[in-house]
């Protein structure tokens, strides 16, 4: 429905049209109902469709299946309605087979969505309530903090210190500052600094915005609406595309050259067509959607098993492609719980006077939560009976420091604590140990000197300063000058008890850490020693702004640490990578993460991230744990080898047998396979490979990065599609040469050997190794067995009689077995040929 299109901006909250005018408790939970369901959910494009019926029909929608439908329903009215209601029944049981699988697998995906659901925080029924992105409806209030996404336009009625990027929708490459203001209609959308739009992040500070658009109705949403925006296509999903299009191409031409000739050798047209669409039925892998969706989604339960959440199923194979992980120390490599380890003065001597000024700092601040203030709170309390907040300054990524003003005996004092480096810019004298205050230039030197010595011990180090600023009881960055140097902060956070297994697990699969960190060069190498690094190669931010693009990638894969590094290199440094050849994850959970979340293969976040930082991720883990990822990747290896497997079997043997089906008729003077029997064969051989999710994979599978690769996908069809042609060409001289079979002994003999052979070559194809050393799963192996024992009962039942498929004698059985024997030792014999000559 459509929201209120007026230029809000311009107006105040008395002036907004009633609808919009909220108390200041909020809306209550009735309203909210009733505007969600006038407005609609808050989301840019309507939930992709998962109810029974939409996946039911979705098992349909292929032309091929489609033109069958309406063939077999011409054959039911004009030749025969046996074998047409025997052709509908044999397609619908596909069908539902490829629904139930996929409807499981769906369910799967939704519960694990919802575990990492991106939340918003607004004032409901008089109180703050965490609720879905997607509940939000105009007339909300809600309250923003450093990190949150804007859930919607809004209106801001209230702020401190608020800055939002506006890159995505603006271009503006630096934070916006926002206030409380009534601004002219004309003003350019840029321009509008009351307004908060969806989409944007919040950088820093705080506020409360009243919701005005949700939806398609925002800015993002009539951009997104227009550009009709979709996520960056993986590696796997344009190989899936490609590999669809030729075997389309491929079928296409077969089967119309079929038709064509059939129909010249002056044979029935209706039995011609529906003999060349049940041939194009088998030929394509009508399957492979829903087995693609059925494999990633087991891939995706099996990953959350162990702690990893995946957002973007196609991104499964990107993150088993993954052949570089950058990431920061903090929480990764670390055990991300910081430590103070004391509180100095200029000299480097314990001071009780800096620890109560950063406790002033860290116990006030009211930005996001971070560990350091945490670890300064938590080392010792101080009575604050004597002492009152009366404004802040946030940190940000630009000034890097925090400043709290406090009124206290009748004179206002500012603190602030930040990078070593920032907080000594503003200061122009500092305090001894004796109390003097002298020039800073005077111990300018002493000071670099012990920032240098906790470097070098793997120290971060922080400074803390203070300013009197008597009545005043405000403040604002320019009073940020002419401070007092107090001392230093000296924190630790202890590298991971594990971390060397696994870094050492990483590099045995193939995957090559890099640490990107905005500690300084020493504090990075020091770490990196204590992790078993000894010759790390680091560059720093200051030296990465000197190097071109062109020599950043020729540098980019040596490097193992990037120290000091400013939040908007971290982007320069993936897209080398990537240029580079490489396959790139990046792990990052802050708010200056998210450009390079978008810009890596495989954005990864974890569960207690900032919301940008979560949106922008592929991939949600549940601990910030390496030894976590490490299992991912082995899962996402697997998923992709079973997917794989898929479709080795589907250019094999399926279209062996096609093939050699579609030669065939051209010679015999009747249909090698009537309809009926060619879409059960198909039927039968797609069985066992609707079990291959449930696979297991050879470890030589996941121990390096693999790609998709239609070239290979491409040999290994015409190799294994010849050996297959060949034997069933073998089986049709045995028949009729050999055995002398009539029309109905050879369909029920090419039928057998067909089924059976295919469903087989499976356990061949599922390995590299030889099939007898690698053990399938249960059900494939369950599946593939069932397939077979049913394929040679059905010409013993009524039903064989149905479908045209008599008894054979045991001369014809023992010819056809000893045929399938030597086609599984001969696609043996081939596939250690073809993966000695085609790496794969």
Request: with cysteine; net charge neutral; proline share 4%.
């Amino acid at each position: 429905m459509n929201q209120h299109s007026l230029a809000f901006w311009s107006l105040s909250v008395a002036e907004l049209p009633q609808p919009l005018q909220t108390a200041k408790e909020g809306l209550t939970g009735a309203e909210a109902r009733e505007r969600l369901a006038r407005y609609g959910s808050n989301r840019l494009k309507p939930p992709k469709r998962s109810d029974v019926l939409t996946l039911l029909l979705a098992q349909f929608k292929s032309p091929l299946i489609l033109i069958l439908f309406f063939a077999t329903a011409l054959s039911f009215f004009l030749h025969d309605p046996v074998d047409a209601l025997i052709i509908l029944t044999i397609v619908l049981v596909s069908g539902l087979l490829g629904f139930w699988q996929e409807r499981s697998a769906t369910n799967a995906v939704e519960k694990l969505l919802a575990i990492v659901q991106i939340k918003a925080a607004v004032l409901r029924d008089g109180a703050s309530k965490e609720i879905p992105v997607e509940e939000i409806v105009p007339g909300d209030i809600v309250i923003l903090n450093a990190g949150d996404i804007v859930p919607g336009d809004g209106l801001v009625q209230e702020s401190k210190d608020l800055f939002v990027d506006e890159a995505m929708l603006t271009g503006e490459t630096f934070p916006v500052e926002k206030g409380f203001a009534v601004l002219p209609a004309e003003t350019p959308l840029g321009q509008r600094t009351n307004v908060v739009w969806m989409g944007t992040h919040v950088v820093s500070g705080s506020a409360k915005a009243l919701v005005i658009s949700t939806g398609k109705e925002t800015e993002f949403g009539k951009v997104s609406e227009r550009l009709k925006l979709r996520p960056q296509e993986t590696d796997f999903e344009r190989g899936i595309r490609q590999f669809g299009y030729f075997l389309m191409e491929v079928t296409l031409v077969l089967v119309v050259a079929i038709f064509a000739i059939n129909v010249y050798l002056a044979r029935p047209v209706l039995d011609s067509f529906l003999f060349s669409l049940a041939l194009a039925v088998g030929l394509t892998p009508q399957l492979l959607p829903a087995i693609i969706s059925i494999n990633l989604a087991h891939g995706a339960k099996r990953m959350a098993q162990v702690k990893v959440i995946v957002k973007r199923l196609a991104s499964i194979e990107n993150f088993g492609s993954m052949n570089v992980i950058c990431s920061d120390k903090t929480g990764t490599l670390t055990e991300g719980i910081v430590h103070l380890q004391s509180a100095l003065d200029v000299e480097g001597r314990p001071s009780e006077k800096v620890l109560l000024h950063a406790y002033l700092n860290a116990f006030y601040e009211t930005g996001f939560t971070n560990p350091i203030d945490e670890a300064i709170r938590t080392h010792r309390s101080f009575d604050l009976s004597g002492y009152q907040k009366t404004d802040e300054i946030p940190y940000d990524f630009l000034r890097k420091r925090l400043s709290i003003l406090v009124a206290h005996e009748e004179t206002h004092l500012m603190v602030t604590k930040g990078a070593l480096a920032n907080v000594l810019g503003v200061c122009s004298a500092a305090e001894t140990e004796t109390g003097t205050v002298v020039d800073i230039a005077a111990v300018r030197d002493r000071i670099q000197q012990h920032f240098e010595e906790f470097s070098s011990q793997g120290f971060r180090t922080l400074g803390v300063a203070y300013r009197k600023l008597g009545t005043e009881s405000r403040m604002s960055k320019e009073d940020e000058a002419g401070m007092t140097f107090l001392g230093f902060l000296v924190l630790f956070d202890p590298p991971k008890a594990n971390i060397l297994d696994t870094i050492t697990q990483l590099k045995n699969l193939g995957v090559s850490l890099k640490v990107i960190t905005g500690d300084n060069r020493l504090v990075s190498a020091n770490v990196s020693q204590q992790m078993g690094l000894s010759k790390t190669k680091i560059i720093t931010g200051p030296d990465l702004r000197q190097l071109s693009d062109e020599a950043l990638l020729r540098h980019v894969g040596d490097v193992d640490v990037f120290a000091e590094i400013e939040p908007n290199q971290k982007e320069r440094i993936i897209i080398a990578l990537r240029k580079a050849g490489n396959v790139v994850g990046y792990m990052g959970d802050g708010i200056n993460d998210a450009s390079a979340l978008h810009a890596a293969d495989v954005g990864i976040s974890v569960e207690s991230a900032v919301d940008v930082a979560k949106e922008a991720a592929d991939i949600v883990l549940l601990e910030k744990d390496l030894g976590v990822l490490v299992q991912g990747v082995r899962e996402g290896r697997t998923t992709f080898a079973n997917t794989l497997k898929y479709v080795f079997m589907a250019t094999s043997a399926n279209f062996g047998n096609m093939f050699s089906m579609a030669g065939v008729s051209l010679f015999l003077p009747f249909l090698p396979l009537l309809p009926k029997q060619i879409v059960l064969t198909n039927l039968l051989t797609d069985f066992p490979e609707m079990t291959i999710a449930t696979d297991r994979v050879d470890n030589e599978m996941i121990d390096y990065p693999r790609r998709w690769n239609i070239q290979v996908i491409r040999k290994f069809m015409i190799t294994f599609g010849l050996v297959s042609s060949v034997f069933d060409y073998l089986t049709f001289g045995v028949l009729l040469l050999v055995l002398h079979a009539n029309q109905d002994q050879f369909r029920t003999g090419w039928f057998l050997e067909s089924v059976i052979s295919a469903s087989l070559i499976v356990l061949v194809i599922r390995s590299r190794k030889p099939f007898f050393k690698s053990r399938p799963s249960q059900y494939l192996l369950m599946a593939t067995l069932l397939v077979v024992v049913a394929t040679l009962l059905l010409p013993l039942t009524p039903v064989g009689k149905i479908l045209g498929l008599p008894p054979l004698p045991i001369s014809f059985l023992l010819l056809i077995g000893i045929i399938v024997v030597g086609y599984i030792l001969s696609a043996e014999m081939t596939k250690r040929i073809f993966y000695s000559k085609v790496k794969v």
